[in-house]
């Protein structure tokens, strides 16, 4: 693509060599300064999409040229490693601001001189501008990083308030997985003849990633959790709950069963969550508790299995916990455990595209197991009566003497066990060869 040298030799140095369809797309867009709307999955490369060709245009200057938004920390410290990792080899100034750091010493920082690229959460952005220490006047470009889930944490109106301190020849880059109603008055103010990039991905879940459901009947599923992350060999699995609690109940259980776990959720200090990242990137976890703060943007390497403690209300994070696996053309497993009652949101998902495999937890590992709508199928073949039997039941509608009707029930019910016995001998043989040819765990 003819980037400059110095990116060459970073992009080398971190064996990234091939652009995604992504970076093919808004590589030469951003190069052009023309103003972006990008939606595309999580772990599509929209990084790295909009950081090279603004390095490739950037000159060095003592202001403020690029102001990069996150909605979470995570994700801006992994933006902010990101950038280093390509600023270090022309020795581009980058800043990192977040919530919970010193902001003090941040402003002590500023007055003395301004960072060239500015990444950070929009509340402590904003105070930074508001109070005139990170100024960004003469800031060429900004990108919005998560669009979607900027406006899901209720953090648009500081964006916006950002995006108002600039000036009005800004190149704004926008970049979602998602494009709600919400988010289109912040685009119509401030994009101008935005161009609008779709990356179509025809599967919804990577077709690396196998996804097992099973069922949890009542049982306790920290139990079944344990009993899976203890079954077979996984390298790095990643436990997602729905909220902070469940995600300590969990935590605390493997803990006590003796497991080294980690967890990350919006309870936690900065402080803890930046160790605790720095750990799991230094492989000290195989296992690692979450709430979906941590199924967005952030890229965790080496995930084998994603456990779906419980399923998420905006299904829409079912299929980012599902993408944390499966990634850079390996191979990964999503397990989801449901109660009887999260039935329709299975049938959802699958509306959705995605691709159960039913599975249940046996002593000697995860094994296939029978289809959710075995019952209505089951009912339905066995309304496939003998031509005798249909003859029985249309006698049963006339009058006959005493105990004739309760015969033909009889006969009804005798044919159907039969039928019952046959379908499960069937579905047995069917299991016992499937399993043959697979390995279950």
């Known amino acids: 693509m003819g980037f400059k040298d110095f990116i060459n030799k970073s992009l080398q140095e971190i064996k990234f060599l091939n652009a995604t369809p992504v970076q ?48 979470s920390r995570e994700l801006a410290y992994q933006i902010y490693d990101d950038t280093e990792e390509i600023a270090k080899n022309d020795n581009i100034s980058v800043s990192n601001y977040v919530g919970g750091t010193d902001k003090k010493r941040q402003e002590q920082k500023l007055e003395n001189s301004q960072p060239e690229i500015a990444i950070g959460t929009p509340g402590r952005l904003l105070d930074l501008i508001k109070s005139n220490h990170l100024k960004v006047n003469e800031t060429k470009v900004l990108v919005i990083d998560e669009a979607d889930m900027t406006l899901d944490m209720g953090f648009l109106d500081d964006v916006n308030q950002i995006a108002s301190a600039m000036s009005e020849d800004l190149q704004i880059l926008v970049f979602s997985a998602t494009i709600p ?4 008055p912040f685009l119509k103010k401030y994009l101008t003849q935005p161009k609008f990039v779709v990356i179509d991905n025809p599967n919804v879940v990577s077709e690396n990633v196998e996804n097992w459901l099973i069922s949890s009947r009542g049982q306790n599923k920290h139990e079944m959790i344990y009993q899976i992350l203890t079954t077979g060999q996984p390298f790095l699995s990643l436990i997602f709950a729905n909220t902070k609690n469940e995600v300590d109940d969990i935590y605390d259980f493997l803990i006590h069963k003796g497991l080294k776990v980690a ?12 160790r605790t990242m720095k750990r799991i990137e230094n492989m000290e976890f195989q296992f690692v508790v979450a709430t979906d703060l941590a199924a967005r943007g952030i890229d965790i390497t080496g995930v084998s299995h994603v456990i779906n ?17 499966g ?31 039913p599975k249940e937890i046996k002593k000697e590992g995860i094994v296939d197991t029978y289809e959710r709508n075995r019952r209505q199928q089951r009912t339905a073949s066995n309304e496939k009566l003998s031509t005798t039997m249909r003859g029985l039941v249309k006698k049963q509608k006339t009058k006959r003497k005493p105990g004739y009707k309760k015969k033909i029930k009889n006969a009804i019910s005798e044919e159907k066990r039969k039928n019952k016995k046959i379908e499960a001998r069937q579905q047995q043989r069917a299991l016992r060869k499937k399993r043959k040819n697979e390995n279950s765990y």
Not at 309 to 325: K, M, Q
């Open 263 to 274: 967890r990350i959720h919006g309870g936690l200090t900065p402080r803890e969550r930046k």
């Open 181 to 184: 109603e919400k988010l289109q």
């Open 327 to 357: 990634r850079n053309n390996l191979s990964g497993i999503a397990i989801t455990l449901y109660n009887p009652s999260e039935e329709e949101k299975i049938t959802v998902l699958e509306k959705m595209g995605v691709k159960f495999k």
């Open 309 to 325: 403690a419980e399923i998420p209300d905006d299904l829409e994070f079912f299929i980012h916990r599902s993408g944390r696996t």
């Open 24 to 71: 093919e797309k808004v590589i030469p867009l951003v190069r052009k300064g023309q103003d972006l709307i990008v939606q595309s999955q999580t772990g599509s490369g929209k990084t790295h999409a909009y950081l090279l060709p603004i390095f490739d245009k950037l000159e060095h200057s003592e202001n403020n040229q690029v102001l990069i938004t996150s909605p």
